[in-house]
C-alpha cells in the first residue's frame, strides 16, 4: 500500500478547504475495496432515509383504520406490523451504513496521522528546535480526534438529515400542498439560521479555549521534563502561577462559550415549538374542514417531531464539526510546513569506498544576522582520525549536523568519496555515519531496546557484544532485570555517564564506515575514560573519525587537530605540531594542564584534612 508522501497545501480558515483537503483519505485512489465500501455505505444510507420516511405512513394508516369502526381488526394489526419492522429496518440500515463505512473512516484516520507523523520525521532541525512540544502533541491529537467528529457528524448527521428533509418536503409537497410545506420549510431555515449564527459567534471562543489548552499543556509539558531543575531553584509555586495563569483564560473563554450554548438552545427550543404549533394548527383546520383524516394530522405531526430530533442537535453537530474542522485545519497547518532539507529528484545512495570527508569553503548561519562558520576546508582521508577543539561556540557540533545534512549550507560543499552530500539520499547518507553526541537521550524503553536502536534486527548477542565493547556490559547485567531494565523518560534512571556508553553500544552496534564522536566521554571519569577512549579507538580502526573534543587530552593522538574560532580554523596539524607553534592550540593546553594540576592539589588538601580529622 503506497502512502501519500509528500504534505498537501495548508488549509485556509475556511471550513471547505479543511474537508477538501481530507476527501482524498475518504476516496484513497489506491483502495479500490475502500472506495466500494464507501458507495455500499451511501446506499445503505439511502434505505435507512427511506425506511425512516415511511413509518409515518405506517402510523396514520393505522390510526385512520382505527378511526373507523366497521374496519376489521387485522387491518391496524397489519398497519402497527409494519410500522415495527419499518422501524427495524431503518435502524438496520443505519447501523449497515456504519458498519461497512467503519474501516473507511479508521484508514482515513490512520493514513493522516501515519502522513503527520513521517512528515514531522521529515522536518529540519531548525523547526524541530524552535517547536513546542507539547503544543505540538496537542495539536496532532486534536487533529485526529477532529477527523473522526467530522466523520461521525457531517457523514452520518448532517447528510442523513438533509435527505430526510428532501423525502418528507416532497412527500407534504405531493399530499397535502404547500401551504403545510412552507410553513415546515420556514420553520428548518429559521432554526438551522439561528443555530448557524450563533455558533459562528461561538467559535472564537472555541478557537480561545483552544490556545489556552495548547498554551497550559505547553507549559505543564515542560516543567514536566525540566522536574529536576524546578526543584533545584524550588520554583514549583512558580510553575504553578504560570500553569494557573494559562488555566484562567481558558476558563474565562470557557464560561463563555456555556453562556453562548445556553442562549443557542433557547432560541432553538422556541423556533421549533413554533413551527410545530404551526403544523398542527393547519393540520386540525384540515380535520376540522374534512380535508384531511386524523391519520393525516398524526402524519405531519409525526413527521416534524421526527426531523426535530436530528435537528435539536443541529447546534452541538454543527458546533462539534467546526471545532473538528479547526482542529483539522491546525494539523494541516502542520503538514504544510515545508521540508526544508529534501532529497533531489536524481538523488542516488551514497556508496561508500572509503569514506574520505571533505569540507570545501563551508560558510553556514543559523540566523543571516550572525554567522556561524566561515570559509571551513578540511579533508578527513580514509580511515584517519581528525579532531576538532576550540572554545564554546566556535561551531565545532555545527559541523556534526552539516555532515548529517540537517541544514543545507550556504556556500561551498561537503563531500564523501567525492559524491556531493546534497547530491545523495539523507537515508544513505546518515545511514553511513554513527554518532555519540554530547547530550545522549535515549528512549523512555529497555537499555536492550536503546542499544538495538542503532540496528533494529541485530540479535541479542550482537546488542550484548556491542556493550562489553562498549564497557558496560557488566553494569547491565548487575541491574534487576538486565538488559530488560527500563532507562526512564530522556534515559533519567542512568548517570551521564551511563548513558553516554549507551549511546556509544548503540554506534558500535550500528557499525557505520564514519564515525563522529561529539564529546562523546565528555560525562566519564578518567579511569572510565580511558577505558572508552581504548574501546574508540579500536573501532575507529579502519574508519574514518571525526573528534569534537573539549578535552584536549583525549585528542594527543589524533592525525590531525584543528582549532575552530569563531566560525574559522586557526590553526591545524598534530598535537606535536601545535604545541610548536605556541598558539592558540597551545594557550588551551596549557590552561587544562593547570586546571588539571590545581584539581590534583585540591584533592590533595582535602585529604591532608580527612587524614588531620581523624
Known amino acids: 500500500m503506497s502512502e501519500p508522501k509528500s504534505a498537501p497545501p495548508a488549509a485556509a480558515p475556511g471550513g471547505w478547504q479543511t474537508i477538501r483537503l481530507f476527501l482524498p483519505y475518504l476516496w484513497p485512489a489506491d483502495r479500490r475495496d475502500l472506495r466500494l465500501r464507501v458507495l455500499y455505505a451511501l446506499g445503505f444510507l439511502v434505505l435507512a432515509k427511506i425506511a425512516n420516511v ?22 391496524p394489526i397489519l398497519m402497527i406490523i409494519a410500522y415495527g419492522l419499518a422501524r427495524v429496518g431503518s435502524q438496520a440500515f443505519a447501523e449497515l451504513r456504519d458498519s461497512v463505512f467503519s474501516k473507511v473512516a ?41 477527523i473522526e467528529l467530522v466523520l461521525r457528524f457531517a457523514l452520518f448527521n448532517i447528510g442523513p438529515t438533509i435527505l430526510e428533509i428532501a423525502f418528507v418536503l416532497i ?16 420553520t428548518i431555515v429559521a432554526y438551522i439560521l439561528f443555530t448557524f449564527l450563533v455558533s459562528e459567534r461561538r467559535i472564537k471562543y472555541r478557537r480561545e479555549m483552544n490556545n489556552q489548552d495548547t ?36 476558563e474565562k473563554a470557557a464560561v463563555k462559550s456555556q453562556t453562548t450554548l445556553s442562549f443557542l438552545n433557547a432560541g432553538q427550543s422556541a423556533i421549533m415549538a413554533a413551527g410545530l404549533g ?10 376540522a374542514e374534512g380535508t384531511m383524516t386524523v391519520g393525516d394530522f398524526v402524519l405531519v405531526n409525526t413527521f416534524l417531531i421526527q426531523l426535530y430530533i436530528p435537528l435539536n442537535m443541529l447546534g452541538f453537530v454543527y458546533r462539534e464539526i467546526k471545532q473538528g474542522l479547526i482542529d483539522m485545519e491546525a494539523m494541516f497547518k502542520v503538514l504544510d510546513v515545508p521540508e526544508e532539507v529534501q532529497d ?24 543571516q544576522r550572525r554567522g556561524i562558520l566561515r570559509d571551513v576546508s578540511f579533508t578527513a582521508a580514509p580511515g584517519s582520525t581528525i579532531a576538532i577543539v576550540g572554545p564554546s561556540g566556535a561551531g565545532k557540533s555545527t559541523i556534526s549536523r552539516i555532515l548529517f545534512r540537517f541544514y543545507d549550507i550556504e556556500q561551498g560543499r561537503v563531500t564523501i568519496d567525492g559524491q556531493d552530500i546534497d547530491a545523495v539520499t539523507q537515508a544513505s547518507l546518515r545511514q553511513a555515519i554513527g554518532i555519540v553526541p554530547q547530550d545522549t537521550v535515549l528512549f523512555n524503553d529497555t537499555i536492550r531496546y536503546n542499544i538495538r536502536y542503532g540496528r533494529p534486527g541485530a540479535t541479542d548477542a550482537e546488542v550484548e557484544q556491542a556493550a562489553k565493547l562498549a564497557r558496560i556490559h557488566d553494569f547491565i547485567v548487575s541491574l534487576p532485570d538486565g538488559y ?59 574508519r574514518t573519525a571525526i573528534v569534537i573534543a573539549h578535552r584536549l587530552s583525549t585528542v594527543v593522538d589524533c592525525d590531525e587537530i584543528l582549532v575552530l574560532d569563531k566560525g574559522r580554523i586557526v590553526e591545524r596539524g598534530t598535537h606535536d605540531v601545535l604545541l610548536a607553534k605556541g598558539g592558540q592550540y597551545a594557550g588551551m593546553w596549557q590552561r587544562q ?9 585540591l584533592a590533595e588538601v582535602r585529604a591532608e584534612g580527612l587524614a588531620v580529622s581523624l
Open 54 to 75: 415511511i413509518v409515518p405512513y405506517f402510523y396514520k394508516a393505522a390510526v385512520d383504520a382505527l378511526s373507523v369502526k366497521a374496519t376489521v381488526v387485522t387491518v
Open 106 to 146: 479508521q484508514f482515513a484516520v490512520r493514513r493522516l496521522g501515519l502522513t503527520t507523523f513521517e512528515h514531522l520525521h521529515r522536518l529540519s532541525m531548525r523547526f524541530h528546535l524552535d517547536r513546542r512540544t507539547g503544543g505540538l502533541n496537542r495539536v496532532i491529537e486534536r487533529g485526529t480526534k477532529g
Open 171 to 186: 412527500l407534504l409537497a405531493t399530499g397535502f400542498g404547500w401551504p403545510m410545506v412552507s410553513v415546515m420549510v420556514a
Open 215 to 250: 498554551d497550559a499543556n505547553t507549559k505543564a509539558v515542560d516543567s514536566l521534563l525540566n522536574y529536576e531543575t524546578v526543584k533545584y531553584f524550588s520554583n514549583e509555586a512558580h510553575e504553578a502561577r504560570r500553569f494557573d495563569k494559562a488555566l484562567m483564560a481558558y
Open 278 to 287: 404551526g403544523v398542527m394548527y393547519l393540520a386540525g383546520v384540515g380535520v
Open 344 to 367: 533531489k529528484p536524481d538523488a542516488r545512495p551514497l556508496q561508500v569506498t572509503g569514506g574520505e570527508v571533505r569540507f570545501e569553503d563551508v560558510s553556514f548561519r543559523y540566523d
Open 484 to 542: 530488560d531494565s527500563m532507562v526512564g523518560e530522556r534515559g533519567l534512571k542512568l548517570s551521564g555517564g551511563e548513558k553516554q556508553r549507551v549511546a556509544i553500544a548503540r554506534t558500535i552496534l550500528k557499525n557505520p564506515p564514519i564515525l563522529l564522536l561529539d564529546e562523546a566521554t565528555s560525562a566519564l571519569d578518567t579511569q572510565t575514560e580511558k577505558e572508552i577512549q581504548t574501546s574508540l579507538k579500536e573501532i575507529s580502526r579502519g
Open 593 to 601: 594542564l593547570e586546571a588539571v594540576e590545581a584539581e590534583a592539589k
